[in-house]
């Protein structure tokens, strides 16, 4: 998350100003989740953003032409430098959950906490931002590649799903999609 702020700070603000605000008031939605959430559900919380992030990174290591065309390459092995660092710790957050007594319903709770208060507004509130700043705030070709990126035949929600539906088995356990061989493959891959 540092890393993600301190990229954010030096290459998106000077640009997108108002990029700081909508991040600080995220921070400030997880600062008052910890003071005020039961631990169980303030774990939870943190059970769904692996869970997105390792789906996330699973996928667009499986399939990087879909998500990745015409990436810096610099900056795309830095992202698949951390994609492989997702899946490689994808289950210590559900474990510690686990252990400490975490339950079924606080798992589904904690992942609707997290698409409705945090995620979906989040994404919503820099989307409107950026289109309006970058002048195409009402131009729908823009809201239609964005669609299409998102939920089309090969979008990243579209790619996301199953796992998403996943997540709410009773059985869930986040290694069920097995990473090891992306991991591997990145790892020989930077041996060379």
């Not at 997105?52 to 290591?61: E, I, N, P, V």
């Not at 729908?140 to 088995?169: C, M």
């Amino acid at each position: 998350g540092t890393a993600h702020s301190h990229f954010n700070v030096q290459r998106l603000h000077s640009r997108y100003p108002k990029l700081a605000g909508i991040e600080a008031w995220e921070r400030g939605m997880y600062t008052w989740f910890a003071r005020h959430l039961p631990r169980s559900l303030f774990l939870a919380l943190f059970v769904a953003v692996e869970h997105w992030t390792a789906a996330f990174s699973q996928y667009g290591l499986e399939e990087p032409c879909d998500w990745f065309d015409g990436c810096d390459a610099t900056m795309f092995s830095l992202w698949e430098w951390h994609a492989v660092e997702e899946l490689a710790h994808k289950a210590v957050c559900y474990d510690v959950f686990r252990y400490l007594g975490g339950r079924y319903l606080s798992q589904v709770a904690g992942m609707m906490l997290l698409l409705f208060a945090v995620m979906l507004p989040g994404i919503a509130l820099r989307m409107t931002y950026l289109f309006w700043k970058d002048g195409m705030l009402f131009k729908p070709r823009a809201h239609f590649s964005l669609l299409a990126y998102l939920l089309g035949r090969r979008g990243v929600l579209t790619k996301t799903a199953r796992d998403f539906i996943h997540y709410f088995n009773p059985r869930y356990q986040p290694w069920d999609v097995d990473s090891l061989p992306l991991i591997r493959a990145w790892q020989a891959r930077a041996a060379q």
